[in-house]
Structure formats: C-alpha cells, structure tokens
C-alpha cells in the first residue's frame, strides 16, 4: 500500500517538474538576455534541476552553472573563474550580432563567455547539467561539459589532458591550489598547482599508468566513478557507484582541501553525504601548508604550523605559510655560533632537496654541521643520515611514523631564545640570562636603522616620483604616435628583405634579415620564425598585443608582424651596432668601465620594466648577450622577449651541457620548478659577470680554475683578489668592482627567492642600497 502511495507521489511530482519546464523552457534564441537582479536571472533547464546565470558570490555575482532546484543552491560550473566578481549592473547576451555568449557592462569592454568559432544559433541548458550552443544545424558547437572546473557530473567525461581544478576558498571560486590531471598517460594523479607533473610532486594516483592514451574519468548517476580507455576497457574503478538515486544527484568535486569527494546531494532536503573520498589523511594534499609550514592534525581536522623561528606570512591564513620572525644576518662574517643556533622539529618531513648528504653520528653533529655552513638554513637527520638543505621548505607535514627531524637554524638575539620555550633539545644553545645592555643598544640602533631606512625611502620615492612627473608629457604623446604594431602582409615583407637576402642574424626562434620598408624606407630587421607552435595563431595574435604594448627605451620596439598561413614573422627596428655578445668578446670593442657599468644597468632597466611596470608581466626566459642589441649610441636594447609562450619549452632552453655551468639557465629549468621573473633575475647574474669580465662565461682557453666565470668570479671574490677579474692595465674603482661583483653572485643564487628582484638589483647597480655579503652561490650543487 505505501508502496503504492510513494509512487503516486513520485509519479505527480514528476508531472509536475513537467509541467513547469514546458512553460519555462524553450530553446533559446538569439538575443535572449539575463540580468543579475532584473526577471530572468537564470536559465532553467527543463526540469528546473540546474540553472545558467548568475549566481550570488559575496557582494556580486559569478556566472555558472548550479543546482537551482534544491534548498541549497549549489555551483557545478564557473566562467571566467578568475575575473572579478561581476555587479548588478551586466548582462549575459545570447548576441546575435557576432553570435557569441557575451557579458555586456556599459563602459567596459565585453566579456566573452563563450565564442565558439561557428556561429550560434540557439542555446540550451541541459538537464544533464550541461550548457550547449547549437549551430544552425542544430550541432553542439560549444558545452560546458568540455571546460570542467571543479564538479563532475552525471554523464560528464574528464578527458585527456583535462583537469578539475579546486576552488580558492569555501566563499570564492576562483582557481585554487590543486589540480586532478587525466593524463594523457593514463594516469589520474593529483598535483599541487603549479608542480610538474612527476611522480614526486603528485599526492594521489590512480595507478593506471601506461594503460593506453584517450583515457578518460566518467561518472554514473549512481555515483560509479571508474577510468576507462579508448577501447571501452574499464581499467580502474574509483568507486563502486550503487548509490541512490531517487531525488538524489551524486557528483563529484575537488574540494578546497585538495581532496576529491562523491557527494549525494538530496534534491528535496538540500542536505548533502559524502560517499567517498580520495584520502581519509587531510594532511595528505601537498603543500596545504604554504612554504615552511607543515600539516598536522588530529581526529577531525588538519591545520597547519610554523617550523621553529618562523611566523604565519598572514597572521589569520594558516595556509599562508611561514616567514622568518627575525632577520636573517648574514653568516659569513666571524662567530657564526654566537648569531644562530639550531631547533628541532622531530616527526616531521618535507620534500627533501639537500645539496649535501653525509653520515652524521647523532643529531647533534648533524646541527653543528649546519651551523658551520652558511650555506645551511636547515637539516635534517635520519637514521644516522644528516642533509643540509636551503630554504623554503616545500609539502611539510607532521609523521607519526618517520623518525625524521628538522633542524632549523634560527638567528640569536643574544640572550633573546629562551630555552624553554623551545621545542624539540637544543644541541648548541646559547646564554640563557638577558644581557640587558645589549638588548637595549640593539633596540636603539634598530630604531635608528628604521629611520634611517624610511627617510630614504621616502627621499627615493619622492625623486622617483618627480622623475615620473617630468617625463609624463612626452610619454603621453609617444604613446599617441604608435598605437600598435602594424600588420604586414607576406609579400610585402618578401620585398622590404629583397626576398630574404640579407641575414643579419639567427638564433633560438628563427633567423632575422635586414629590409627597408617601402613607405617609410625605415631599415628593419625581419625576424622569421621557426619552430612555433602549429596551433597558435590566436596565441600569436595574442602574445604579439603583449608585446606590441611595451614601450621602453631598453626594449627592442616591435615595429609589425605577418601572419600569413603557418609564416609569422616579426618586425623589429634595426640595430646598426650588433649584439652585446659582439662587443663584450672582440677585445678591439671592449667598452670601458663606465661604459659597462651603462650597459649593465640599462639591461637591468629593460628586464625590470618587463617584470614589473608593463601591462602584462613578461618573463623573458633567454636573457643572453646575444639577445642584447645595441643601437646608434651603443645604448643596450633587450630583444626576443615575450617569445618564450610561443615555443616549446625545450626550445627556448638553450642549456649547454658542460660541465659545471649551466650557460644562462637557471638552475629551477632543470629542477622541474615552476620558473618564475627569478630565472631571469639568474641569466642577468651570468651577463653581468661577462660585462664586468669582458669574457664568455665559460672559457676553455684559460686555465682549468678560470674556464667557469661563475666559479672563479665566486673564488676571487672570497679570497679577497677580486682584481684579478678584470684585465691587469685597466683603469677600475675597485669599490665598484666589488659592488658589481657582489650584486652578480646575489643573482646567480641557486635558491630563487635569495635572488633580488629586479628593482632592487637595479637599485644596488645605481649604488642607492647597500649591497650585504653574498652567500656562495653555487656550492656544492650539481646540476640534474
Ligand atoms: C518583468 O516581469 C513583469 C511582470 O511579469 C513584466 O511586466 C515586465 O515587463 C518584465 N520586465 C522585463 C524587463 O522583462
Ligand atoms: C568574489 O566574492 C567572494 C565573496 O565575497 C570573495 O571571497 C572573492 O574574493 C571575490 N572574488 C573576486 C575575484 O573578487
Ligand atoms: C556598475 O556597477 C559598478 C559597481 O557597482 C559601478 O562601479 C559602475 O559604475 C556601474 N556601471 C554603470 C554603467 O552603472
Ligand atoms: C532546441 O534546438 C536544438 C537545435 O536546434 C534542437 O535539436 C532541439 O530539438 C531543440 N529543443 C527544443 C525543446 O525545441
Ligand atoms: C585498453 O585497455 C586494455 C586493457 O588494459 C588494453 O588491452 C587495450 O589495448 C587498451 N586500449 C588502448 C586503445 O590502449
Ligand atoms: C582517441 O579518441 C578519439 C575519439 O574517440 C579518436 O578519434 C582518437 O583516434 C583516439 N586516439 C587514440 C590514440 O586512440
Ligand atoms: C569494475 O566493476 C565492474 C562491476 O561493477 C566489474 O565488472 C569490473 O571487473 C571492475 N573492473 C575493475 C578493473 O576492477
Ligand atoms: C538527508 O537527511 C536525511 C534525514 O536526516 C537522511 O535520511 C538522508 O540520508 C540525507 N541525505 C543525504 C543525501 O545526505
Ligand atoms: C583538533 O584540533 C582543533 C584545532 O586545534 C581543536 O579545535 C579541536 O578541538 C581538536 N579536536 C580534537 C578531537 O582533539
Ligand atoms: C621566534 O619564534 C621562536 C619559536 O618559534 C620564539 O622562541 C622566538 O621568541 C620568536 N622570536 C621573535 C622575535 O618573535
Ligand atoms: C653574546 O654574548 C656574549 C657573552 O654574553 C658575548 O661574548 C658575545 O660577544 C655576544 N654576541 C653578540 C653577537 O652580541
């Protein structure tokens, strides 16, 4: 009898659903529109189920796809994930003028939210969840399917080579931290964001490796989640699906914590279970804590904590990760012992990346063996291992099964560390009574270094500023002068080279012709690409804006391009003196030393305006000297920049094997790191050191110690006979040799974030900041 009754219910509250979505759901046309408050907000699909518009974030709203039809609505799709929360004033415009799914706002430009290259004819929100653009022949010709950010639903695949990225935050949908790949290996592995995707980065794996390209995820209404490849073989079942399903929807999402879940979500309560998820271990997902921090938990929760000596960076974000709560001194100068001492950590582990491993007794020569190292920022011993290691620390976490400590150097106030407090023993500690004078003498000097400090911030500032002010005028009027960079069609570009006939030039990206333009008879160099990616026009187009919007006077200007079929060619005013490489290795050419120190800091203000004062950051990934032009005046001009995106990523390496250098490379390309404006910061140190040494930066013409410049420039520097690194008559300020010298090595640093920024190297060329003693760079690392 109940029986009976139920499915009587059932049976209207289906007609029902019916009903309603015959009223409500056409297909829709063309110029249909949706606006955040006004009547239509949302399109329904047919059986209310899920909705496409505008839903409510914070004080503004997103656009997506989200369950409307229960107590809780629930986001399953975001658009533009990543542009800012939109206000109540746009609108979606199904348009019918370029057939486009746009956001409309008066006065600003339009956002598109979806442009397939077909045009649209009509729309439709699927019950299934998917949003759809039909063509006129009624094919889908765009779906929200095949742009997956973090929910996958019912009847949705995960293809190859696709990701489901989690959310920021609980209240904010933008891109998160951590990514679920299907690989085009077939594997399903779990990353960190911004990891190469190896095996050491990842913190879950379906295991199915090697079982066949065109692998993809798929997802049951029942909840089945399983992997199956291009020959219909399940190779692995993620769960084993069963699940309800009566007024029930099972999906699955990468949550913020990084762990992926299947949810049944009930359609008339809007209360919600879990049914499965990757790992019980919250900690598991690595780098849940930020740098220098490290996951732990207990029975319910995961949070993170702060290696000894270091703070939350964001005191309320525990996810920030963790700095330094006093300032590193330099180690190199005497007493090493009196400035740090070391902390311990048991039961704790992080990505190991020690420069060097050895046999150590007991813990507590393994911390006096970081302690003699200025190298060593921590250690960690194991089993009677010691590895001494630089900082940050990546993916830490508290074990409860590794018997692995972490020894943090930390600095010592005299007096300041109270032995108590500290966690873990303390095998070198110093005196435990404040001496009060010292205490009260370093707070004064500090305060003082602290005034001292923002007056000449504030004088810097102001100059700057002033600087900026005078200059304005002009720039405005330059901007006015050229727009863009002109479209040039191939043939016109075949005449100006007089059919490719003159070759000034080749390098990573193609080869480079002198021409005259016929109109302007302006002399040009013709750069013909090679090698760049066969899909690319849009990127092309794209990158080739970037670059046409940098203006600078130690930037190479972007005059025109062609996009001709597969050719693009790129034109660059020409550069009647050659490339740096050409004056800095003909002895008859050498510059002076002012001359060098000129060049030196124009490249650094090119490569600084590039990193942080153009519109788009721009990391260059190939500074070298031959990418360095040199015009009339000899005034150094950066080229090739912006061109790295174009290319593969091996090509743009121009990675010499030889033995102990690695060229212009920084060390990160080789590490699989994420390459960051530090790679550039890097291959400037090396030009530097060819500027100051008028010399290549290996050298086998010289003896054995010489042949690295890096090395030798680091050896003189130490023992203190750094005029051996320029040529024996030559005229130099031996206070700014050592000046150059000691900004080169800061840049060269296999650790990234030591590196300076660009503006600070430039502030150290100009002589305005004082530059402090440089660790050793390189030591010990060899390259991988
Ligand atoms: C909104 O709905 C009301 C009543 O249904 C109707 O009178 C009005 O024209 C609608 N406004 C728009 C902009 O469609
Ligand atoms: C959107 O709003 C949410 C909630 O207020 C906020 O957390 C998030 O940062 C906003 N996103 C952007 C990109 O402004
Ligand atoms: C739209 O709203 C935003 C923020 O509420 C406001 O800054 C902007 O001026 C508005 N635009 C128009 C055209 O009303
Ligand atoms: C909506 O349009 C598509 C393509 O034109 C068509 O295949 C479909 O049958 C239409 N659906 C309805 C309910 O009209
Ligand atoms: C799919 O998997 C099966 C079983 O592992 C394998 O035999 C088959 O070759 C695979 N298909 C493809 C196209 O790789
Ligand atoms: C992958 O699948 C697509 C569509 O099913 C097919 O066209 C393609 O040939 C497959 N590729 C491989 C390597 O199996
Ligand atoms: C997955 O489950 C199905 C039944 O649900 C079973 O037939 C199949 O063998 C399983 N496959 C694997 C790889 O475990
Ligand atoms: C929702 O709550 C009810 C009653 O508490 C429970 O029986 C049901 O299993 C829950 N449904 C889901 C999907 O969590
Ligand atoms: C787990 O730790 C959190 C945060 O420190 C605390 O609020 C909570 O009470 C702890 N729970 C248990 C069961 O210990
Ligand atoms: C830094 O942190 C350590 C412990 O983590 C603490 O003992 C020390 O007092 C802190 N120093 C400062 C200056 O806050
Ligand atoms: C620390 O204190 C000891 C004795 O109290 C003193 O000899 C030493 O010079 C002090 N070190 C520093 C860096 O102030």
């Not at 199904?94 to 486009?100: G, P, V």
């Not at 929760?301 to 703070?311: N, R, S, T, W």
């Not at 108590?420 to 404040?434: A, I, R, T």
Request: glycine share 8%; with cysteine; net charge neutral.
């Amino acid at each position: 009898m109940a029986a009976v009754l139920i499915f009587f219910l059932f049976l209207s509250t289906f007609c029902l659903a019916k009903i309603s979505a015959q009223q409500n759901h056409p297909n829709i046309s063309l110029d249909s529109s949706l606006t955040p408050t006004g009547n239509s907000s949302a399109w329904l699909s047919r059986s209310g189920l899920f909705a496409f518009g505008f839903y409510k974030q914070g004080n503004g709203y997103v656009v997506g796809i989200f369950l409307a039809g229960i107590p809780q609505r629930t986001l399953v799709w975001i658009a533009k994930r990543d542009s800012p929360n939109f206000s109540s004033n746009v609108s979606l415009v199904l348009s019918s003028d370029r057939a486009r799914l746009v956001l409309q706002q008066t006065g600003s430009p339009e956002v598109a939210i979806a442009s397939p290259s077909e045009r649209i004819s009509s729309a439709s929100m699927l019950d299934s969840g998917n949003f759809v653009l039909y063509n006129s022949d009624g094919r889908i010709i765009w779906q929200s399917f095949d742009y997956p950010t973090n929910t996958l639903l019912p009847s949705q695949r995960l293809g190859t080579g696709k990701e489901l990225i989690s959310s920021a935050s609980e209240t904010d949908d933008s891109t998160g931290i951590f990514r679920l790949s299907m690989q085009t290996d077939g594997n399903l592995v779990q990353y960190p964001i911004g990891t190469a995707p190896v095996a050491s980065y990842s913190y879950w794996s379906s295991g199915t490796y090697g079982s066949g390209s065109n692998m993809t995820l798929n997802l049951e209404d029942d909840g089945y989640l399983y992997l199956i490849n291009s020959s219909i073989n399940i190779l692995r079942n993620i769960t084993e699906g069963g699940y309800p399903t009566h007024k029930i929807i099972n999906l699955m999402k990468i949550d913020v914590d990084g762990i992926f879940r299947l949810y049944s979500i009930s359609l008339d309560r809007g209360n919600q279970s879990i049914r499965w998820e990757s790992t019980k271990n919250k900690c598991d997902p690595k780098g849940l804590c930020g740098l220098n921090g490290f996951c732990t938990r207990n029975d319910t929760v995961a949070y993170c904590k702060c290696i000894p000596g270091f703070d939350f960076v964001d005191q309320g974000n525990w996810r920030s990760g963790c700095e330094r709560n006093f300032t590193a001194e330099s180690c190199k100068t005497k007493g090493i012992g009196d400035k740090f001492t070391i902390m311990s950590e048991p039961g704790t582990v992080w990505e190991i990346e020690s420069y060097k491993e050895f046999d150590a007794a007991t813990e507590e020569d393994c911390a006096n063996a970081c302690l003699q190292d200025c190298n060593c920022e921590v250690a960690f011993f194991k089993d009677g291992r010691c590895g001494k290691q630089k900082l940050p620390l990546r993916f830490g976490i508290r074990s409860t099964t590794d018997s692995n400590i972490a020894l943090v150097k930390v600095g010592v106030l005299n007096g300041s560390i109270n032995e108590d407090k500290m966690p873990g023993n303390l095998p070198k500690s110093s005196k435990k009574e404040v001496r009060m004078d010292v205490l009260i003498s370093g707070i004064s000097l500090s305060i003082f270094g602290i005034l001292i400090l923002s007056i000449a911030v504030i004088f810097v500032y102001r100059n700057r500023k002033w600087a900026y002010t005078k200059l304005s005028p002009n720039i405005g009027v330059k901007f006015i002068e050229d727009v863009a960079p002109t479209a040039f069609t191939f043939a016109e570009l075949e005449q100006a080279t007089n059919e490719f006939n003159e070759e000034v030039g080749r390098g990573a990206f193609g080869t480079v012709y002198k021409g005259i333009l016929p109109y302007s008879q302006k002399v040009v160099a013709v750069k013909r690409l090679e090698r760049v990616l066969a899909e690319g026009e849009k990127e092309f187009q794209n990158e080739i804006t970037v670059i046409g919007k940098t203006h600078h006077r130690n930037l190479v200007r972007l005059l025109g391009y062609c996009l001709d079929g597969i050719k693009r060619l790129l034109v660059y005013e020409y550069m009647c003196n050659g490339s740096l490489a050409d004056v800095l290795f003909k002895p008859e050419n050498h510059p002076c030393w002012d001359e060098r120190i000129r060049i030196a800091c124009d490249i650094a203000r090119g490569i600084l305006y590039l990193h942080e004062e153009c519109e788009t950051q721009i990391i260059h990934c190939d500074i070298k000297p031959q990418n360095i032009l040199m015009d009339d005046n000899r005034c150094a001009k950066i080229s090739d920049f912006g061109l790295a995106k174009l290319l593969n990523h091996d090509q743009t390496r121009t990675y010499t094997a030889v033995r102990g250098t690695r060229g212009y490379v920084a060390p990160e390309w080789h590490r699989k790191l994420p390459v960051t404006v530090k790679a550039d910061v890097y291959s400037f140190g090396i030009v530097l050191l060819e500027i100051i040494c008028c010399r290549k930066s290996v050298d086998w013409n010289t003896s054995e110690d010489q042949a690295i410049l890096e090395e030798w420039a680091y050896d003189c520097y130490e023992a203190g006979e750094i005029h051996k690194l320029v040529g024996g008559d030559e005229v130099v300020d031996l206070r700014k040799l050592e000046r150059m010298i000691k900004i080169a090595i800061w840049c060269i640093q296999d650790e990234p974030t030591l590196r300076p920024s660009m503006k600070k190297v430039l502030l150290m060329l100009e002589g305005t900041v004082e530059i402090p003693v440089p660790p050793c760079p390189t030591s010990f690392f060899s390259a991988v």
